[in-house]
């Protein structure tokens, strides 16, 4: 340090430094105009108190209000399945540690106020730990919605699928025309995410060619290495490759059809070496018997009978895998993750929901954590990545909330909620 | 490290990129979001070199975000948010520092010594210690100069937009507040 100005200049460095990147709070922008000005401590504390009853008051009505909600439910096929009726279950809480046992980084597709969207507005690059925006992108024009996302073993390269309008729910035909739209082709882009700066930069994937309405595509997954695309097409998987565009096909030539009714999360799974892809495969009989088959993509293309079936329900004790949930295989190969579900028979027809582990070689169970029970049909638990042996695993989960899912990690069945995920059916690590 | 006390050019480059379509497309939510996030580390680093607290630094850079949400629709040139948001946070410190929060904002807090011998410990945290010391002992206009200018490493004429006053004055500010700083650093010595 020898001239006034560079010792100036690292004593403000030095000081700047003592705020981390980490610590930036997040920005409200709805918050009131205070009074009381910044920095303020005096006047903060004076308000805080005047606050204090007001607030208390307001939990008493909020309380009330969720017990209203809630005991509203009761009155439909829901009644039993709420805490009164005796939910229970779930992992024992587990500390923040656990976050750090995930990628650090992972992509949502988030929309307004248009719930009937399968898919989102934009993508956001959040951090796993903290749930800070990192990045946000928007489809470019013409395109209107990403519609799938799925991401690289790598943390930083995800694929994004992308529609020119949105894709409606069944159900939904009475929406405005330019968000009833599902007849247009389906492109994708790769969205790449340097952590350093926070950014994040789109390029499209003309090598991946265009997926028409027709296809039906209900899935894709990327590759561990990034350099493959596996797309379920209903009757029908392809796996691209991204770099020549070249691409195989199998095809299944019986009943029923390949994947599941956009889950939360990805309905194809790799095994970490690039080479097996799991798929669920339903029987579409009036039992829907689901299967997971495993399909070795250095083969020749061909049929989906030469896949391995790896895992069929209903197994013993009724467990069975229903509605629109995962099943992923764990990197090494090993097990097959999955929700799945007990209902009983009989009114009130109790619900049971695990996060089971099945042995890819026999099919039978290994272990099942994470239970809940409810008096009645409950909602889903869901899975959205494992780590390579399968011994940590983010799920979505029951708790929480009245209505809907919190997703967490789940390790040694330890539950820790991921925090403030935003609302969204698409989520990809 | 982080390298860039400023944090925001290339940042803020790739953030509009990042959206295609740039400002006209997003609305006033996203933009000043998108931009609070590109810049707000540095801008509570900013503060917080003005104020020495940093809840006080936090609170004002919240509140000249929320300003310049409310006032979005108002902004001829969106490329100038970043000045009219970088003005806000001065702003807002030199109303913590009038009303009296000068005293309590201005103690030194929360420093850690970087791991090193005692010796060297002792030393970087005197000098940096005495250098902040002298700097906020400087009037308001030469202490807000001297920060633009060596940590933000803004030209005059960018320091000048942003404080409000002509780059001469700039210049000036910066001159007289190096000269006052260099005496106070030599007579603590």
Redesign the interface.
Known sequence: ?NT??D?????????????S?DS??P???D?P??RA?????ASRRRWMTRLTPLAAAAAVAAVVTASLAISGTFHGRLRAAGPAAGRSGGAPAGGPGALRQVPPYYVSLTSGSNAYILGGQRAEVRATTTGA?????????PFGAFTWVSGASDDRTFILAAQRYWPVAPGNQGAKATIRDNGTPTVFFRLSFTAS??????TELATAGQVKPSQQLAGMALSPDGTRLALDLRRSIQVVNLASGTRRTWRWPGGGWVGNFKPYGQVLSWTADGRMLAFQQWSGKFDNTPHVRVLDTTAPGGSLLASKLAVTWPQSGAQTLDGPVNTLIAPDGSKIVAPTMTQARKAPYPTALQITEFSARTGKIVRSLDPFRFGGPGPYQNVLWTSPSGATVIVSDPRGKAQGTVPGVLSGNRFTALPRVPQTNQIAW | ??SN?RGSA??FA??E?????GYD??CA??A???L???H??GL???A??M?G????????V??A??GL?RRWSHLADPASAVHYVRSSVLN?CR??LR?G?ARR?LALT???PPESSAESVAL?GE??RE??RA?RRLPQRQREA??LR??LDLSAEDAATTMGISPSSVRSAITRG?AS??RM?QESS
């Not at chain 2, 990129?17 to 379509?21: D, F, V």
């Open positions: 340090m006034l100005e010792r100036l200049t690292a004593a403000l460095r030095e000081t700047g430094e003592e705020i990147r930036v709070p920005l409200v922008l918050r105009r205070r000005r910044a920095g303020d401590g925006v990192l990045a946000t992108i928007r489809p470019p024009r700066t926070r950014t994040a930069r789109l | 490290m982080e006390p290339a940042a790739m953030a990129h990042a959206a295609p379509g497309a997003v939510e996203e000043v979001t998108r609070y996030e590109a707000a580390l509570i680093r900013l917080h070199i104020l607290d940093r809840s006080s630094a936090e609170d004002v919240q509140e975000f929320c949400y807002g109303s913590v009303r929060n904002a929360g420093y850690q970087t000098e940096r250098v902040t700097l001297l920060v060596f940590y190096l700083l260099g650093l």
